[in-house]
């Protein structure tokens, strides 16, 4: 439903179609402590899959930088690689943020389980590429949506359009 102070211009319509899911596995957290903002900590990726219009894996490289906070959103950084199916490298980082009531991000801090439905979890991935027939991940914006797994995460990407 439109409201009064929308226009009916159809080039202000925006569009998300789902290019891959990511299943990524992490380590348990390096838990640096408290650095004034927040409690820092660094998970390391060991590893996953991608389906979707990109086929392939997450390599065992990278982590995902966290600065965990009690009352405003986590700040999240995650770096890493992804490998296709035709054996091209795809370099990934992702900025987002997770944010829950303190219970719930307790939960979450802990590596207990939560309801996906009590936590805002979205991201912004951005991709780099060496591959010329892989060049549309560059040229595009992709936001990200994300669910814990006891082990992981996992994330459907979308590209805006």
Same mark, same amino acid.
């Given at each position: 439903? *439109?409201?009064?102070?929308?226009?009916?211009?159809?080039?202000?319509?925006?569009?998300?179609?789902?290019?891959?899911?990511?299943?990524?596995?992490?380590?348990? @957290?390096?838990?640096?402590?408290?650095?004034?903002?927040g409690?820092?900590?660094?998970? @390391?990726?060991?590893?996953?899959?991608?389906?979707?219009k990109?086929?392939?894996?997450?390599?065992?490289?990278? *982590?995902?930088?966290?600065?965990?906070?009690?009352?405003?959103?986590s700040?999240?950084? *995650?770096? %890493?690689?992804?490998?296709?199916?035709?054996?091209d490298?795809?370099?990934?980082?992702?900025?987002?943020?997770?944010?829950?009531?303190?219970?719930?991000?307790?939960?979450?801090?802990?590596?207990?389980?939560?309801? @996906?439905?009590?936590?805002?979890?979205c991201?912004?991935?951005?991709?780099?590429?060496?591959?010329?027939?892989?060049?549309?991940?560059?040229?595009?914006?992709?936001?990200?949506?994300g669910?814990?797994?006891?082990?992981?995460?996992?994330? *459907?990407? %979308?590209?805006?359009?």
């Amino acid at each position: 439903m *439109a409201h009064d102070w929308q226009s009916d211009d159809p080039n202000l319509e925006l569009g998300l179609e789902r290019v891959m899911e990511l299943d990524v596995e992490v380590e348990s @957290p390096i838990e640096i402590g408290d650095t004034g903002d927040g409690q820092r900590r660094i998970i @390391p990726i060991l590893g996953g899959t991608v389906t979707g219009k990109i086929e392939g894996e997450v390599l065992s490289t990278g *982590a995902d930088y966290q600065l965990y906070r009690d009352r405003r959103p986590s700040e999240l950084v *995650a770096k %890493y690689a992804i490998e296709t199916a035709d054996g091209d490298r795809i370099y990934v980082q992702n900025r987002g943020m997770r944010f829950a009531d303190p219970a719930v991000s307790e939960r979450i801090r802990e590596g207990k389980p939560v309801d @996906p439905e009590d936590v805002y979890f979205c991201s912004v991935p951005e991709f780099e590429v060496a591959t010329p027939e892989l060049e549309w991940l560059e040229n595009r914006i992709f936001v990200a949506t994300g669910t814990r797994q006891p082990k992981g995460v996992k994330l *459907a990407v %979308y590209q805006v359009g």
